[in-house]
């Protein structure tokens, strides 16, 4: 075997050699500290004011977002009242969607078989508060026009420039950017994909058996292996035509280390995306790598990809320059292509369990112990988002994928704090107490949520009385519907008559107790 041919650190500058060395830094932005009560600017540290700005233009970029989402969900409501009017529809408001999002994450929290039972009248199984500030009918209108972006310029689909992910694209990018942006990650980082639950029609869906989540929507996805954070996402939509040389696997790991590359850090992915090629460009853009290969790849020496080991913990190594292919006996045999891996680097080892239920200690190269500890980070990172999942039923696929965003962002922000020294926890006793992602969630819906209470109808008709002008007059409302006073007091009456001004029906013997318990201030009462 040839020697290891030693790596030339020499023209690397010294934030290079930090990122080599493993070490990580959150970014300033997220490590700002709210404790001055004092909004004047004189006196104060350069550095303070940079922050507080970043802080503002933060809560204006998350203001922007649910704005959005208010005008957008407002324009399609109207599109389609165009085309079938809803009486019981009116335009949202921006507390109302912060409130919607935060009562989401309620849901994520207290998980219930059904909505239903978030409104259950039935102390013993009302799970949360939330039916003190939401109507069940509310939310579901809110949740039927539910919408993020603006479609209608988006050519039709087989037109050039057709964007299948217009839904949601404002939103992807701005997660996306904002993910990239507050975060750096550590040397090591993982490439993999992950799996969104759908099983509706849809043309990209995809069936991946080995994954716990089998039918979906694909994402690919780069990960920290410390921690879980996500660094940045691409979302598969089936076959295109692109960059004919590189077949999928290379083009994914290409586009989504493109940020990272030529910082020295160690790119760790599985068989499905390792080629020779892969590797050979990602050093000569100062990135290694590791990962295991399939047998039938090319570029791979048949004496590695044809070799038969019988016993456990053996192995056979070869290597080309720095790449260095590893056949290693395991249950069954192995496969790693590394480029991270010194060769003459004392072998270690790994346990396995035996069939008698005890552990044994199996001789392995570094590589192999590598790659098992470092190929988790996608994994770490479902794990983190399938904890308290916002992820609701729902006929349209690209709300699937809307929640699957906005999870990413709450876990990358939890992670964010978690590791920021300035937002430490501690103890009476002044001991550290580590913040949980249970506690990061809860304290968000309570933000968002905030003093928000939503209007009963009863104030609704005032307003609508007040600021329209309109009077309570008797009139036949041309269609029988069940008194709305006899219905209340458990009795099944239907008439024609009723109120003009309220638009509900009452009998002749109900139209005054109506009246005068919805609006006692003109009975006097």
Request: net charge positive.
């Amino acid at each position: 075997m040839a020697s290891f041919h030693d790596n030339d650190f020499s023209d690397i500058d010294d934030t290079e050699m930090e990122y080599m060395m493993g070490f990580n830094e959150t970014v300033n932005d997220s490590d700002i500290s709210m404790s001055s009560d004092d909004d004047s600017d004189d006196d104060v540290p350069l550095v303070d004011l940079i922050q507080r700005q970043n802080v503002n233009r933060r809560d204006e970029e998350v203001g922007g977002m649910i704005q959005q989402i208010v005008d957008e969900t407002n324009k399609y409501a109207t599109k389609k009242q165009l085309e079938k009017p809803d009486d019981k529809w009116r335009n949202v408001t921006f507390s109302e969607i912060r409130a919607y999002l935060g009562f989401q994450i309620v849901m994520g929290i207290i998980a219930a078989p059904n909505l239903d039972m978030y409104w259950s009248s039935d102390p013993m199984f009302s799970p949360c508060g939330i039916k003190e500030r939401m109507t069940r009918d509310r939310y579901d209108k809110i949740s039927k026009y539910f919408h993020v972006a603006d479609t209608s310029c988006n050519p039709a689909r087989g037109q050039p420039g057709h964007d299948k992910l217009s839904h949601v694209r404002p939103i992807l990018e701005a997660v996306r950017v904002n993910l990239m942006a507050n975060y750096k990650p550590h040397r090591e980082t993982t490439v993999d994909e992950a799996m969104i639950g759908y099983t509706g029609r849809l043309g990209s869906k995809q069936y991946v058996p080995m994954k716990p989540t089998k039918r979906g929507i694909k994402v690919w996805v780069r990960a920290d292996p410390h921690n879980g954070y996500v660094n940045d996402i691409q979302v598969y939509l089936g076959k295109e035509n692109r960059d004919g040389d590189k077949g999928l696997g290379e083009r994914v790991v290409m586009d989504l280390v493109t940020p990272i590359l030529n910082r020295g850090h160690h790119v760790y992915c599985d068989n499905y995306f390792t080629t020779a090629g892969l590797f050979e460009e990602l050093q000569q853009q100062g990135t290694y790598a590791c990962g295991t290969f399939r047998s039938n790849r090319r570029g791979i020496p048949d004496e590695i990809k044809q070799q038969k080991l019988k016993e456990q913990g053996t192995s056979i190594m070869m290597q080309k320059e720095n790449m260095v292919a590893t056949a290693w006996r395991d249950k069954k045999t192995v496969f790693i292509l590394s480029t991270n891996f010194d060769p003459t680097t004392p072998r270690t080892t790994v346990q396995r369990r035996q069939k008698d239920g005890s552990q044994k200690d199996v001789s392995c190269p570094e590589s192999v112990r590598n790659y098992t500890k470092y190929m988790n980070g996608v994994d770490h990172a479902d794990q983190l988002r399938a904890m308290y999942s916002l992820a609701r039923k729902s006929a349209k696929w690209w709300k699937y994928l809307f929640w699957f965003l906005v999870d990413l962002a709450i876990v990358g922000a939890y992670i964010l704090m978690k590791e920021s020294p300035n937002h430490q926890q501690k103890t009476r006793t002044g001991k550290p107490k580590p913040l949980t992602q249970l506690d990061f969630r809860k304290k968000l819906a309570k933000q968002l949520i905030g003093d928000f209470m939503q209007k009963r109808k009863r104030d609704v008709l005032k307003e609508n009385i007040q600021l329209q002008g309109r009077i309570c007059w008797p009139a036949n409302l041309g269609k029988r519907r069940t008194c709305k006073m006899c219905s209340k007091n458990g009795k099944r009456r239907e008439t024609q008559y009723g109120c003009e001004g309220c638009g509900v029906n009452l009998c002749v013997e109900c139209y005054k107790p109506y009246h005068v318990e919805t609006f006692p201030e003109r009975s006097g009462k």
